[in-house]
C-alpha cells in the first residue's frame, strides 16, 4: 500500500533553517508529482510546494517564494522540502502528499519557528 513518512521537523528560531524529508513506497514513485503542504494550528491544511515526477515542474505558495525549495531524488524514492529563513508564521504540521486519483498523506512532522 501507498506509504508517506517524513522526517526532520523540529524546533528552529527565526531565521534558520530545516530540511524535510519523506520516503514514499507502494506505488511507481517516478510517475507521480509529490507535494507538500502545511496546517498550521486553528487554519485548514494548504499546498506549500508541488514538483513533478521528472522535476521539471514546480509550483509554490506564495508565502514561501524565494524561501523554500522542493526536490526528489527518483532513484531513492525520496522529497525533500528545504525551508530557509524561516518565519513564525511557518509554524505547522508539515505532510508530504501524492494525488493519485485520490489523495494519500504522511503522518507529518511538526516545524516550530520560535525564538
Known amino acids: 500500500q501507498v506509504q508517506l513518512v517524513e522526517s526532520g521537523g523540529g524546533l528552529v528560531q527565526p531565521g534558520g533553517s530545516l530540511r524535510l524529508s519523506c520516503v514514499a513506497s507502494g506505488f511507481t514513485y517516478s510517475m507521480y508529482a509529490m507535494s507538500w503542504y502545511r496546517q498550521a494550528p486553528g487554519k485548514e491544511r494548504e499546498r506549500v510546494a508541488t514538483l513533478g515526477s521528472t522535476g521539471g515542474s514546480v509550483n509554490y505558495a506564495d508565502s514561501v517564494k524565494g524561501r523554500f525549495t522542493i526536490s526528489r531524488d527518483n532513484a531513492k524514492n525520496m522529497a525533500y522540502l528545504q525551508m530557509n529563513s524561516l518565519k513564525p508564521e511557518d509554524t505547522a504540521v508539515y505532510y508530504c502528499?501524492?494525488?493519485?486519483?485520490?489523495?494519500?498523506w504522511g503522518k507529518g512532522t511538526l516545524v516550530t519557528v520560535s525564538s
Open positions: 502528499n501524492v494525488y493519485m486519483g485520490v489523495n494519500y
